[in-house]
């Protein structure tokens, strides 16, 4: 049977195990052994990590050719026109090559956890919260889709990747879940009104 360990990897956390810089890793948060990320998330961004001990769960979550969808919420500073959001709708160019299509629409601000530390918002520059949908997995490709519409990203959280979802898992949490197939199951998107601060806390074991 196969492991598989949803985590909410919080803000400024490496996406693996070790670090000889002393910067915090997976390791402060997931304990059970022998299991590694399918795919990677920025130091610098939040949201869901997917980690397994089956290799082909791993490889048909992270491999480019499987084109799993990867749902983000993004804050950008700005307000955004209809027609520049088309044009990551189209495929934003990048400097390496024109990206896929990606779903794209705003979101009223999501009822989530504060991050530590605050996001620094300029008093003059109002901001706004972007659903984007991709499935690619370029270094840093949101974050360079926003800025090549002249809306550089204040916080970037991954929730969802293909059906897999934070649900309500907050920063730092996990959830262990056991398949008996070599195969990632069906597992529903996230509601907005699900994702809200909570006290409880789940650990892998």
């Known amino acids: 049977m196969a492991k598989i360990i949803l985590l909410n990897k919080p803000f400024n956390v490496l ?17 059970l ?32 050719k499987a084109k799993l969808s990867k749902t983000y919420w ?6 955004p026109r209809e027609e520049q959001l088309d044009a990551l709708r189209k495929g934003a160019q990048l400097n390496d090559g024109p990206c896929r299509p990606a779903k794209v629409k705003t979101m009223p601000t999501p009822a989530i956890w504060a991050r530590t530390p605050p996001v620094r918002i300029r008093k003059n520059k109002p901001t706004s919260w972007l659903e984007i949908v991709i499935s690619e997995g370029r270094n840093r490709q949101v974050r360079r889709m926003t800025a090549s519409i002249g809306f550089p990203t204040l916080r970037l959280i991954r929730v969802a990747i293909g059906e897999w979802s934070i649900g309500q898992l907050q920063p730092g949490q996990t959830e262990r879940i056991t398949v008996h ?15 809200k601060p909570q006290s409880r806390h789940k650990q892998a074991k």
């Not at 195990?17 to 997931?30: E, Q």
Request: with cysteine.
């Open 15 to 31: 996406c693996q195990f070790t670090d000889a810089d002393g910067r915090s890793t997976l390791a402060d948060f997931v304990t």
């Open 74 to 79: 993004v804050e950008i500073e700005g307000e």
């Open 181 to 195: 197939s070599a195969a990632a199951p069906a597992r529903k998107q996230p509601q907005r009104s699900k994702l």
């Open 33 to 64: 052994e022998n299991v590694y990320p399918a795919g990677r998330l920025d130091y610098d961004s939040e949201g869901l990590v997917i980690l397994t001990d089956d290799g082909k769960i791993q490889h048909q979550i992270s491999h480019p």
